[in-house]
């Protein structure tokens, strides 16, 4: 007893052990060990092939394709998000009558399912979105922009921010009452005009927030695939097939699971370069914040 | 100062218009719900002209609706249980020993877990555990505590070690506690404040995910989510829309409730779990 007393911190960490070995360190490496192989994800036998698969990712125009939607996607995202959530805050920190009421109602789309969120826009746009369009005889709202190559993308994006801007607004709110009244009374009384005073002031206590804000937006665009199975499935003509939907498809629709894996590792090192690069920039700006 | 009122008023103006983008949609399915097909096929818009409950009813009757329902809150009820009894002592053992190699070694490999996005590991997860034979609740649950652990460690360690001064369980040693028992009656208690943040992501996360259930149980309807009935009521019944505006306003009643109840906890949550992180 005594014993056990005296190492229990190693018991403490027994369980979490057991399960991060087994169902999460485990899987990575036989991720990376599938990938090197030709198995389908059904057969018994699969043989070594090496880089093959890899080599293969790269001259797959469906891949290139994927990426460059997810790119944009993510990017657009990314940037809209901070755009947006910045000004949606800076709107709500103005008015000071109902603000609880605004910034409950707000928030309330975080708190939803994505897929639950996905198929009711799904469901819009296919019946409201068109009805409108007749009622006001405007012939480009009268279809299902949903099924139009060139416009799911964004409708994929607006729903996306719909649901994915409530917890930015609230971060960016809550960073901009962080901001003492004395300092932007110093800068008025100085000469500085509203937009002065933002950037000079309010600014850099919203840049660790921003950094926060791209981070998970980031993630969420890169990684997305809720939101597409819900509202395109990938379609019209896989304009809007996501990396994450894509790994999906390969390994249980197509059978191509060793394939899936090589994608799934690409999409492992693009995360990764991406948070190198997210907590350098961050650190050199936290000095000048 | 003229400006300034100015400014205001069109800072109202366009947060009403951010309410309509917002509430336009939960409207709309909310009467689209209460509608046969007849009477949305003539006016999509228009407000229900009588309290149609025949929707509900066939969603309700033609599933076992109750059953996934009763699924997701044993899932994220259990799941958080579990996350609580192991998260913060792993985090405490973490803490207090970061100078030894083995503790270093397991919270960097926990850190770096959290950039690790998840469909890297859902190919070989999802073949072990047909392997293991946990395809079923349970083999979802060990998931979600699994996954709990890097986020939740990281924040934990984070915590005690700005909150929670070492004398306090030096003098709990004196009097002589054991670890376990300084841990259970001190330390535990000290760290409620997040805890409720880590109850919120972890509950709102479990009960709101819809992929790994997908690769989990989507084999066995009796052991079905709420997120994935919604998805799979979709493929079914995708030609009687309002039947299925119905199912959305039941998979939203529940969340809808508890936010109606907790939104001040649930905001909090929510954003400071993604502030400590």
Known sequence: ?289 | MRTEKRLTAVSYILLLMGLVVILTPLYLTLITAFKTTKESARNFFSFPTELYLGNFQEVINSNNFFQFFANSIMITAVSIVLILLVVPLTAYAISRNLDKWYFKTFYILLILGIIVPFQVIMLPVTKLMTQLHLLNRVGLIFLYVTFALTQGVFLYVGYIRTTIPKELEEAAYVDGCTKFRTYCSIIFPLLAPLTATIIIINAFWIWNDFLLPLLILNKAETYWTLPLFQYNFKSTYSVNYNLLFSSFVLTIIPIMTVYVIFQKQIIAGLTGGAVKS
């Open chain 1, 1 to 289: 007893m005594k014993n056990f007393n005296r190492h229990a911190h190693y018991f403490f960490t027994l369980p979490a052990l057991l399960l991060y070995a087994i169902f999460f360190i485990y899987p990575l490496i036989n991720g990376f060990l599938y990938s090197l192989t030709d198995w389908d994800g059904l057969s018994k036998t699969h043989k070594y092939i090496g880089f093959d698969n890899y080599s293969e990712l790269l001259s797959d125009g469906r891949i290139r394709n994927s990426l460059g939607f997810t790119f944009r996607y993510a990017l657009l995202l990314i940037v809209l998000t901070v755009v947006l959530g910045v000004v949606i805050a800076l709107l709500l920190n103005r008015v000071k009558k109902f603000q609880s009421f605004f910034r409950t109602t707000y928030f309330f789309p975080a708190v939803l399912s994505l897929i639950t969120v996905g198929l009711i826009w799904n469901q819009l746009f296919s019946q409201a979105l068109p009805a409108f369009g007749k009622a006001i005889g405007s012939e480009m709202l009268s279809k299902n922009l949903l099924s139009d190559p060139s416009w799911a993308f964004y409708g994929v994006l607006f729903v996306s921010l719909w649901q994915g801007l409530a917890i930015p607004i609230l971060l960016f709110l809550a960073a901009l009452q962080s901001v003492p009244q004395d300092l932007l009374e110093a800068a008025s009384l100085d000469g500085a005009n509203a937009w002065q005073r933002f950037r000079s002031v309010v600014v850099p206590f919203l840049i660790p927030t921003l950094n926060m804000v791209v981070i998970l937006s980031a993630k969420n665009g890169i990684t997305a695939f809720d939101i597409i199975v819900a509202m395109t499935g990938g379609g019209p003509g896989r304009t809007t097939e996501s990396v994450g939907l894509l790994v999906y498809n390969f390994a249980f629709k197509e059978f191509k699971f060793s394939y899936a894996s090589a994608l799934a590792m690409i999409l492992f090192v693009i995360i990764g370069l991406v948070s190198i690069i997210q907590i350098r920039s961050s650190s050199r700006y936290e000095v000048n914040a």
